[in-house]
């Protein structure tokens, strides 16, 4: 480390490492029989929710009779049917209106919303026992995963994006907001030391004056640790540097935040509050552009350690841009598995997979290939195979009973005798018109193995089914501007070929002519950029923004339309 430290990051190490060395034994110990661990925390859920209106009508307090583990999970299968959440929505919404004692005991701590099935959005909720004896513990661990990286991970500032912790109120006046947002709110004292915006940034609603600020505070420091779900928010914060990078440098040298910036009063006034003049820092950003001309990471932050990111699913496909931003040395695990609804573990093994906490949630899967059958066999987590795929169901603290994670993954080795798992795909990026049931990644290798035959490399791709036209959309954003209508058109005959190569009810469809010829479309320079920050100005998080890359959804599908070259 040459720059600037954190004073006082070696006690940071110190006391995560001890809440580390508490939850891993606590880990240790549910690896060693997990049939004992689900049993022991499915009843003391049940117990949690047995005098609730739901408790009542499913018969938690007979459930809770069971003499053995294995009896206890049958008696909850025979009593309480797999939900998704609209089976859950009339529940919730009397706790949206004040109810008391519906899915869980009391009233919710907040809520999260996210989008839903419908028009009507998802209404998470998140109770004071889930956000401080899971989410809490588990944040804690996860800090104690980041220094095992490196123990210099908060030695310098910290770049966290998340969501806002308030972003309104539900109709009884119980806050509705991210949970991440929360948590950075109301992490330890000397964690939020390191981190170089204050929570007032996520408040801003201008999507790029919002990364202006989190980039010129997080430039000005000597930055060890960016966290953020979406890799594809790294490419956001470059393109927002090499936009800005002189007005960061004239507002480092005299302290200042740019007045045309379009943010609020209460906002501003928090990141102005925090700032001062830095004509050493200004001169040194002004001697890298002068030495490099495009400044990266690397260059302004040559001793950053660690970035936390999804790297697994379809986020892959953001990687590449920004390969070798990062000083070399510098490390880059996995996120893990994480939704809104639940954060179902945390990863383990410094590999791209996610260790089931046994001893926090209660587990069920169903086969990959039950997926389609009205009655799959439920698993237990015991049960699960190596290299085989699941559907994941989860039961929690906050009210989801049997509750559909709608998410498709995969076994990839054991911590003990836990499972890891990898997230492969939502279940519903599975596309089908007339049955061809044309899965999302095999839509991204078509395209891959066709960038590399034609030697036409794409910035961003994306396909929507389209029922009316009995056919696929097909968008490309090619790193060669230049390119045609028929080279594009040309390309998508090969990832059609492609396609066909690799799933054989498209293959059949195509050639039966019930899946018609794709449409080609080329795409306008930053589509996925610009797609983006459409969303999050109607709404959407950027922390937690997601985007599949093949969708049968003509809301989304629209926004797409007006990004094609003419």
Known sequence: MKGEKVKGYRKINLAMSIVGNIEIFKLKCASKDVVKSQGKTLRAILNYAKDTEYGREHNFAKILEAKSDKELFEAYRNNVKMNDYEDLRPYINKHLQGGKDILFPGKPKMYATTSGTTKEPKWIPITNEYFSNVYGKINKLWLWTLIQQSKYTFAGGVVSIVGKAIEGEAPDGTIVGSVSGVSYTQCPAFVKKAYTAPNEVFEISDYKARYYCIMRLG?????????????????????????????????????TLKADLNIAPGPRAAIEAMLKPNPKRAAELRALKEKYGTVLPKHYWPDFQVLNTWRSGNTKVYLDKFKDSFPENSKHPEFGYFASECRVGLVMNGKDDTTLFPHMHYFEFTREEDLDNENPEYLTIDQLELGKRYCLYVTTWAGLYRYNMNDLVEVTGFYGKIPNIQFIQKVNGIVTLTGEKLHERQFIAAVHETEKKLNMPTKFFIGFADAEYSGY??????????????????????????????????????????????????????????????????GARDGQF?????????????KFKDLVIA
């Open 219 to 255: 430039i000005e420091r000597n930055t060890t640790l960016i966290v953020t779900a979406n890799p594809s928010t790294i490419v956001e914060m470059q393109n927002n540097v090499n936009e800005f990078y002189d007005d960061y440098c004239n507002d480092i040298e005299h302290g």
């Open 473 to 538: 959309h097909f968008y490309y954003e090619f790193e060669n501007q230049a390119t045609t209508q028929a080279e594009a058109e040309a390309f998508s005959v090969e990832v059609d070929k492609a396609l066909k190569e690799i799933n054989i009810e498209y293959a059949a469809k195509r050639n039966s002519f019930r899946v018609k010829d794709p449409i080609t479309h080329r795409l306008v320079n930053e589509s996925f950029e610009k797609f983006k920050a459409r969303c999050i100005a109607e």
């Open 546 to 558: 997601k985007l599949m890359l093949l969708l049968n959804d003509e809301k989304r599908h629209a």
